[in-house]
Nanobody, 122 residues
Framework: QVQLQESGGGSVQAGGSLSLSCTAS????????MAWFRQGSDKEREVVAT???????AYINSVKGRFTISRDNGKNALYLQMNNLKTEDTAVYFC????????????????WGQGTQVTVSP
């Protein structure tokens, strides 16, 4: 079975940094786009950043210039470097892999991790 596992979450003060990792097992993800999502308390889940098989990246506007998504296909891993963290970045962060599209529906991802908590204090 394909399994994704996040690590690196924790608590930091505003302005600090954290590095998140996501490792995959059970299947090579080199041919899949990958993404980081987050969900804060009482908030909807939102995509934070994506990286495709050609290493093209995209970010939600609120994290541009502060977060960097990267991947290492040799390690079957996904990373998110988060700098200058803000209190509004507090959320559970999830990694996801291998999206697929169905006409008329939002993009879906085949594989998900269980999430890692990031807490940013003022």
């Amino acid at each position: 079975q394909v399994q994704l596992q996040e690590s690196g979450g924790g608590s930091v003060q505003a302005g600090g940094s954290l590095s998140l990792s996501c490792t995959a097992s059970g299947y090579s993800l080199r041919d899949c786009q990958m993404a980081w999502f987050r969900q804060g308390s009482d908030k909807e889940r939102e995509v934070v950043a994506t990286i495709d098989t050609q290493v093209n990246t995209a970010y939600i506007n609120s994290v541009k210039g502060r977060f960097t998504i990267s991947r290492d296909n040799g390690k079957n891993a996904l990373y998110l470097q988060m700098n200058n963290l803000k209190t509004e970045d507090t959320a559970v962060y999830f990694c996801a892999a291998c999206p697929y599209n169905i006409v008329g529906r939002p993009t879906q991802y085949n594989y998900w991790g269980q999430g890692t908590q990031v807490t940013v204090s003022p």
